[in-house]
């Protein structure tokens, strides 16, 4: 897959659906009716692998896999980042994402922050902004990967 530094149509994100299959959520949380655990879950089904991000939550389980203090940890490389977190704190996940490899920054709805984003996109990581991988996988029928 080649470089799209901001991948913004149909077509960019369904080809980073289909290609890559490690998602770290990033806030992750263990209460089934907040949207962070609802998307994980969904993915899940579908064939992704999720490594759950939350200090609050590190060393517990949730859906059936050990949660990581952040980014860093994840002891497999992760492709995206899922981020659930508010925009401000989406520098900082930046960093943690560029300091592990990640191919692709997918922030969801609401979550937003130009000059963290613009700063990955430089780097050559994928940005997704303001989209729910839920939505976006089910609308562009990306289909179960694996």
């Avoid at 995206?80 to 560029?98: H, K, Q, T």
């Avoid at 700063?119 to 976006?136: I, M, N, P, Q, Y």
């Amino acid at each position: 897959m080649g470089a799209m530094p901001m991948a913004t149509n149909g077509e960019q994100i369904r080809e980073v659906l289909a290609t890559y299959r490690r998602i770290a959520v990033v806030g992750l949380s263990d209460d089934p009716s907040r949207p962070s655990y609802d998307v994980a879950a969904y993915l899940q089904r579908q064939g992704y692998e999720i490594f759950p991000v939350n200090p609050t939550l590190k060393g517990q389980t949730v859906l059936g896999r050990e949660v990581y203090g952040s980014l860093r940890e994840v002891p497999r490389p992760v492709e995206i980042v899922d981020v659930f977190r508010r925009s401000e704190f989406v520098p900082a996940v930046v960093d943690d994402a560029l300091a592990a490899g990640a191919k692709v920054i997918w922030t969801q709805l609401g979550v937003r922050h130009a000059e963290a984003l613009r700063r990955a996109s430089e780097a050559g990581v994928t940005v997704v902004e303001d989209r729910c991988t839920k939505v976006e996988h089910a609308r562009l029928g990306v289909g179960r990967v694996g």
